[in-house]
């Protein structure tokens, strides 16, 4: 490390142990060009990724570490070699960001008989216990304040920035505050796993469904964990050499699992966790990301149901109505197709001239105790392969309704999000690091393609619990927009996100 490089910026604090290098200084421009000029050589190692396009690849042929099947019903092997029909298909998820509004930043005070952290984390208390094992305090030693910051459903880079500013504090012996720019938010937040899912159906001389297989091979959806209460699982602790081994987890114990409401005769769902790409200090290192596992086990699962029902040549509600028993299932889809004024046919292209066609599509989930149907309305762009999702429609039970008005806004939230999460956001990386750095490399739905109508249908169930409402409804989106993108189109998308050269080439094989 060169530090002579920085002799000219006045008041620059270097921190340096193993892995972990930090600059300070008390102006945060000057700490700004201090971090841009310090000139650091780094050990050469092999690139620890695959090139981008090759990483479902990878995925799939990654030895499994630790496997899974929360669903086994009847023998689906015996369905499918009996089968007078079998049909496959796979479906890609990528890496997602948090892509919080604004990247972390905390403060951090730690003196000889204690420490005070200012953190815009989800969970200041585990802020406080990790702070305090970080620095070797009682817990009732540290006091943790929350402040208001641009917030996550998970672990985004908030905590990171609470153990920098821990480890400068302590160092440094006065208050520091860690702001990480644009790039590092985007570059370093813990990222949602990347994943692959094979699902195959048998069906008999009539079309019956007689048995049914998910098959997920994905990254670990708590390589770090929710909490800060560990700081082994930091960036700090992990450049210093520090770190636990990550939990190898998909679905959450009890979770609903995709397929299992119907009545498809065997079943069986198993998930497979491959290791991380880099184990420790990773900026592809995973965690909970809103809905952890929901989007894309869903997207899959709900997009092969539609692909059933278009095999079988009946309407995608119909189809699962036939297949469903559980009555809180079956109300919130005939509410759902109401509501949206569901037109009962076989999903697929009709005729229609001109470059622009309509669809729709539904899905339906659960999670957590509550049931989710919504429908989508989308405009495909034939010629740029261009969509547009211009209606959703949502049915929502989640048992006792205690603020109609805040549950509402909440749904149309998740709606939203949902629909961003699928149709445009994706990690890109070198073989060496995030490229994916700001809201250019890294687009999210702008207000300009928001849905001209988002439309609630709330279930209240006042015998019933109240359950989960902040993510059921993100898990929903993927499938309703891809299926609704077939029924316009023909193209059939098995790849998220769902932009306009996947939808062109979709359409070119369709």
Not at 66 to 95: I, K
Not at 295 to 313: G, K, M, Q, W
Request: hydrophobic residues 40%; contains cysteine; charged residues 25%.
């Amino acid at each position: 490390m060169d530090e002579a490089s920085v002799r000219d910026i006045p008041n620059v604090r270097i921190v340096h142990n193993r892995g972990f290098v930090a600059v300070a200084a008390p102006r945060e421009w000057d700490a700004v060009r201090a971090a841009n000029a310090l000139k650091v050589t780094w050990t050469q190692v092999t690139p620890p990724f695959p090139d981008q396009a090759a990483l479902h690849d990878h995925i799939r042929n990654a030895p499994v570490r630790t496997r899974n099947a929360p669903l086994e019903q009847g023998d689906v092997a015996a369905a499918v070699s009996s089968a007078a029909r079998v049909h496959t298909a796979e479906y890609e998820w990528p890496f997602h960001s948090h892509s919080s509004m604004a990247p972390g930043v905390a403060l951090a005070d730690v003196r000889a008989d204690g420490a005070t952290v200012y953190t815009g984390t989800q969970k200041p208390h585990a802020v406080r216990d990790g702070v305090a094992r970080l620095l070797g305090l009682p817990a009732d030693k540290v006091h943790a304040v929350w402040m208001q910051g641009p917030g996550s459903y998970g672990r985004n880079d908030a905590g990171d920035a609470a153990f920098d500013a821990a480890v400068l504090s302590k160092e440094l012996g006065r208050p520091v505050r860690v702001q990480y720019s644009r790039a590092e938010g985007h570059g370093w937040d813990v990222k949602g796993p990347a994943s692959v899912h094979r699902l195959r159906a048998a069906l008999d001389a009539e079309g019956r469904v007689t048995g049914v297989e998910h098959v997920v091979r994905a990254f670990s959806r708590t390589g770090v964990s929710t909490s800060e209460s560990d700081p082994r699982d930091s960036l700090a602790r992990m450049l210093q050499g520090d770190m636990q081994a990550a939990a190898d987890t998909w679905l959450f114990p009890g979770d609903y699992v995709a397929l299992s409401p119907y009545s498809f005769g065997a079943k069986r769902m198993e998930w497979g966790i491959v290791a991380p790409l880099l184990d420790r200090a990773s900026p592809l290192r995973t965690g909970h990301l809103r809905d952890p596992s929901g989007p894309e086990t869903i997207f899959a699962a709900e997009s092969f149901v539609d692909e059933l029902a278009r095999l079988t040549n009946t309407d995608a509600v119909e189809f699962r109505l036939r297949h469903l028993t559980d009555p809180r299932d079956l109300a919130v889809l005939r509410a759902a197709a109401e509501k949206a004024g569901w037109e009962a046919r076989p999903s697929g292209p009709r005729s229609a001239s001109g470059d622009v066609v309509t669809g729709r599509g539904v899905s339906l989930s659960r999670r957590d105790g509550s049931h989710v149907a919504t429908v989508a309305e989308v405009e495909v762009d034939r010629r740029t392969g261009a969509i547009r999702a211009r209606r959703l429609v949502c049915a929502h039970d989640c048992g006792r309704i205690i603020n109609p008005a805040g549950l509402r806004r909440t749904i149309e939230n998740g709606l939203t999000y949902g629909l961003s999460r699928a149709t445009k956001e994706e990690v890109t990386f070198s073989r060496e690091m995030v490229t994916s750095l700001d809201w250019q490399t890294y687009p999210i739905l702008d207000i300009t393609e928001t849905p001209d109508a988002v439309e609630v249908v709330l279930i209240n169930r006042p015998e019933l619990p109240s359950t989960g409402a902040g993510e059921p409804m993100v898990r929903s989106v993927g499938a309703a927009v891809a299926n609704a993108i077939f029924d316009a189109s023909g193209a059939r998308i098995r790849k998220a996100p769902f932009t306009p050269e996947r939808v062109k080439a979709a359409l070119a094989g369709a």
